[in-house]
Nanobody, 128 residues
Framework: QVQLVESGGGLVQAGGSLRLSCAAS????????MGWFRQAPGKEREFVAA????????YYVDSVKGRFTISRDNAKNTVYLQMNSLKPEDTAVYYC?????????????????????WGQGTQVTVSS
């Protein structure tokens, strides 16, 4: 079973930046893609971004394209989410997740059903 620990959340003004990190252990990290999701109060969990095992393919929900960048360092078993030009509507708890099997394409990574490991979440609050 893989363990995931997120860090890097906080309070930032609109237009600011944050970088989230997700450290993984307990599974061959470099063999699997990784995803980031978020959940705002009163809303369902939402796919944000994903990256394949090599880092060669990335996927984003439309609302964050051009502002967020997902990356990974397989040597450090860590995936990152760089968030720029933050907006108040980005306020949420952000979770990283590891899929239970090989995944390919946006449709696969965006479905939370394929993930069997989740971090504890990190709060991101963007003030206007």
């Amino acid at each position: 079973q893989v363990q995931l620990v997120e860090s890097g959340g906080g309070l930032v003004q609109a237009g600011g930046s944050l970088r989230l990190s997700c450290a993984a252990s307990g599974r061959a990290f470099s063999r699997f893609g990784m995803g980031w999701f978020r959940q705002a109060p009163g809303k369902e969990r939402e796919f944000v971004a994903a990256i394949d095992w090599s880092g060669g393919s990335t996927y984003y929900v439309d609302s964050v394209k051009g502002r967020f960048t997902i990356s990974r360092d397989n040597a450090k078993n860590t995936v990152y989410l760089q968030m720029n030009s933050l907006k108040p509507e980005d306020t949420a708890v952000y979770y990283c997740a590891a899929p239970r099997y090989y995944c390919s394409g946006y449709g696969c990574y965006a479905s939370d059903r394929i993930y069997d490991a989740w971090g504890q979440g990190t709060q991101v609050t963007v003030s206007s």
